[in-house]
């Protein structure tokens, strides 16, 4: 079944990237003097960087160029593919002005290619190694569209000229497209920056910075209860709590490997007293040196370490937005120092804390795990020694083999220092998720002379396994959003019981009430303002709490109350007691 599905989704790809050949046929009929760059298919559908020079594209211009999609597409062409001597197609190129084109031939001249694939779809034609589909009859009326537009800088090089990105989507058939295209609608309505302001769960300053989010009271009790929860979890593995410095020489990134790998991304900070000092970009070499503090013994192993700090990491301007990429993150983070003996329990234990943890989400078991192994052909791109790898990766296979993980072998999506088991999970759009992970370490703690005292009194080199489950709380808060469109569940809502009052006269009797509540650890607000009952109700049900209770005559002693439940238009009469105990029950037990 797999690789039928596999075969499925190449077939799919194929179909994509054959579409933006009839896109670039489409704009260069419409546009002779446009140049091309590159045009991939993606996910979703594909894309094509485009120099249009003086002239302006913008999205009312689509419509336009798919209807000479749709024309080209019903001239049942032929996609013709011939390989051109590299010098010849070279030429072409110049003489044709195609400049993008011209650089990537010249750069397969380099490095030693004798010719070039070139695929003709009627008059156009275009440098690519394929494969396409025979025709355009393959195409589907109605199956595609063009989606958005965006700069590209040619090649990612800031320095270079920035080029006009079209977006399309496109699937099988129509009904593929209206399926995803209503997907986006729905997106755009759970879109964390929209509704963590309407929510008020987080905010910017031009004055502080873009890229460093401040978290309102709201926000807080969401990153405070996923913060108290995954402890508890992970104390009940033996993990303890430490706290490291937000800082540190760059000499402890220069021995992990982290200041190599992270050297565009490096925050460096200086005082006129001549500190210099790196705002670290990772936590796991400061838990090194807490780990080398003392003398160990094999029979301290393993050790256990997690924490919840800040990291900062640099990243290019126009890629932070939102939660989604920020330059300071709170990443929740976890490692475990071990024997070669113990690595294979640590790796389950923590497969164990990340079941425990996304199954209070309701997100445990639509998912997919990733073994994630190096890059074979590449071993410069890692850390440590062959052996090792080979040890870890055995190790990650049996491991996967004996939990029923059904693990995807992925070459070369290894770490920097180890391979790693990444769970991949799916929202409630569809949209995958990758944040936990589980990392064995050979190489880290011999950089780090890191040792313990064996049996028989000698020095040996512990193991570090990596975990992430949350991974950032900024990340992790923005997907909750979007996967709950706002509607928290509601041990994480940060109102669980709305309070509204009928009149003033009943202002009294909801702040009695509310002590009760706070006083059973249940997170209650008050609305006593003086509007109608229905605009109250209207505004609490879309700040999305869980349960709105209406104080009136018949609930003033406090006894009994008319209970409305999120997503219910009806009201219910409960006990006072009676709807305490649901509540704290509901909390209790993480009802999703």
Not at 288 to 303: E, F, G, M, V
Request: proline share 3%; net charge negative; hydrophobic share 35%.
């Amino acid at each position: 079944m797999e690789k039928e599905n596999m075969s499925e989704e190449n077939s799919l790809q194929i179909k994509r990237h054959s579409l933006s050949h009839v896109m670039a046929a489409a704009i260069k009929e419409l546009y002779p003097e446009a140049k091309f760059a590159i045009g991939p298919a993606i996910n979703n559908g594909f894309y094509y960087d485009i120099d249009f020079g003086d002239t302006k594209i913008t999205t009312n211009d689509f419509k336009k160029m798919e209807k000479k999609m749709a024309y080209l597409i019903k001239q049942n062409l032929k996609f013709e593919q011939r390989e051109e001597n590299i010098n010849e197609a070279l030429k072409k190129a110049h003489d044709n002005c195609e400049i993008y084109k011209e650089e990537l031939i010249s750069d397969l001249k380099k490095e030693g290619q004798e010719s070039v694939s070139i695929y003709k779809l009627g008059n156009f034609e275009d440098l690519c190694r394929g494969p396409h589909i025979d025709n355009t009859n393959k195409i589907k009326a109605g199956s595609f569209k063009l989606h958005k537009l965006a700069g590209a800088y040619w090649r990612g090089d800031e320095n270079n000229k920035m080029l006009t990105r079209i977006y399309a989507l496109a699937f099988e058939d129509k009904e593929g497209l209206t399926k995803h295209l209503n997907l986006i609608k729905e997106a755009e309505k759970r879109d964390h920056r929209k509704l963590g302001k309407e929510l008020d769960l987080f905010c910017f300053s031009d004055l502080v910075g873009p890229g460093l989010p401040m978290f309102t009271p709201k926000g807080v009790v969401i990153i405070d209860e996923l913060r108290k929860h995954i402890e508890d979890v992970c104390r009940g593995y033996g993990f303890e709590k430490v706290i490291t410095p937000h800082l540190a020489k760059i000499d402890l990134y220069e021995t992990s490997g982290h200041a190599k790998k992270f050297s565009d991304e490096l925050f460096r900070v200086s005082s006129i007293k001549g500190h210099e000092f790196v705002m670290k970009p990772v936590q796991c070499p400061h838990q090194t040196q807490i780990y080398a503090s003392k003398q160990r013994s094999y029979r301290d192993l393993p050790i256990r370490y997690m924490e919840s700090e800040k990291q900062y990491r640099a990243e290019k301007t126009g890629e932070v937005g939102g939660l989604s990429r920020v330059y300071a993150i709170t990443v929740e983070d976890g490692h475990s120092f071990c024997t070669v003996d113990q690595v294979k329990q640590e790796i389950v234990n923590m497969v164990k804390i990340i079941k425990e943890f996304y199954s209070a989400l309701g997100l445990w078991g639509n998912h997919w795990v990733s073994l994630s192994v190096r890059d074979y052909s590449h071993p410069e791109k890692y850390i440590g020694e062959e052996k090792d790898w080979d040890t870890c990766e055995r190790m990650l296979e049996e491991i996967s083999e004996e939990m029923n993980l059904k693990a995807i072998r992925k070459e070369g999506e290894a770490a920097l220092y180890g391979p790693k088991l990444d769970f991949m999970f799916k929202d409630s759009l569809g949209k995958e998720i990758q944040i936990p992970t589980v990392q064995v370490d050979f190489a880290t703690p011999k950089r780090f002379n890191l040792v313990y005292t064996d049996k028989n009194g000698q020095e040996q080199s512990p193991v570090m396994v990596h975990r992430a489950i949350l991974g950032s709380y900024e990340r992790f808060l923005s997907l909750l959003i979007e996967h709950f469109a706002g509607a928290f569940p509601i041990w994480l809502s940060p109102v669980q019981v709305k309070l509204i009052s009928v009149s003033e006269n009943h202002s009294e009797a909801c702040h009695n009430i509310s002590d009760k509540f706070k006083s059973e650890n249940i997170r209650v607000e008050i609305d006593d303002s003086n509007e109608t009952v229905g605009n109250k109700i209207r505004k609490a049900t879309q700040e999305k709490i869980p349960y709105l209770l209406v104080i009136g005559d018949k609930e003033a002693d406090g006894k009994m109350l008319s209970v409305r439940e999120r997503g219910s238009a009806d009201t219910k009469e409960i006990s006072t007691t009676d709807f305490i105990s649901k509540v704290k029950e509901e909390i209790e037990n993480k009802k999703v």
